[in-house]
């Protein structure tokens, strides 16, 4: 009797140690459980410019779709973008420049990542800078040209095609 006992607490709890591996494989292989999965994406430059962004493979090459909203009262003039990774090796060009923000408008500046295309899926932090001038009223019809910069990052996943 003991031995009968013995065999069904084995088998019972045998077969739900079983389902449970077969659960957590199912988890693991899904990539639940990547590092990649568990990575929050940002955008940060601060309250007063604030932004989103895309990072995407195209024609060969990973590009930046990052859009700016002005969160300032006054218009402001976008003079330079300046993103590379942290770890410095590749650097994000072709952002258009001297672009005018009106109070509440937003823009997308398109850029493209040197080096070769990011696998799918894959993680990249952006740090850089967000220069600019300010166009307030009371500096009358012109906008300064006194410049100022703004630094932050971004944390992106490679989005799939």
Same mark, same amino acid.
Request: charged share 15%.
């Given at each position: 009797?003991k031995g009968?006992?013995?065999v ?6 045998g077969?739900?140690? !079983? ?8 988890? !693991? ?10 990575v929050?994406? $940002? ?9 989103q962004f895309?990072? !995407?493979? &195209?024609?060969g ?15 402001v003039?976008?003079?330079?973008i /300046?993103?590379? #990774?942290v770890d410095?090796?590749? #650097?994000? &060009?072709?952002? /258009? ?5 009106? @109070?509440? $408008? @937003?823009h997308q500046?398109?850029?493209?990542l @040197? ?6 899926? &894959? ?8 220069t600019?001038? @300010?166009?307030?009223p009371?500096?009358g019809?012109e906008? &300064?040209?006194? $410049? ?14």
């Open positions: 009797m009968q006992a013995a069904e607490y084995l088998m019972t709890y077969w739900a140690l !079983f389902a449970l591996v077969l659960v957590v494989a199912a988890l !693991f292989g899904s990539g639940l459980f990547s590092p990649n999965y568990l929050a994406e $940002e955008c940060s430059f601060g309250t007063t410019i604030k932004c895309a990072l !995407f493979n &195209s024609g090459d990973t590009k930046m779709a990052l859009s700016l909203y002005n969160a300032y009262p006054y218009k003039q976008i003079k330079h /300046d993103l590379q #990774t410095g090796l590749q #650097t994000v &060009s072709g952002f /258009d420049t001297d672009t005018d923000l009106e @109070s509440g $408008e @937003s500046f398109d850029g493209t @040197s080096g070769p295309a990011l696998a799918e899926g &894959s993680v990249k932090k952006f740090t850089g800078n967000i600019f001038v @300010s166009c307030a009371e500096l019809p906008c &300064s040209t006194v $410049e100022h910069s703004i630094s932050g990052r971004i944390t992106a996943k490679v989005l799939p095609q």
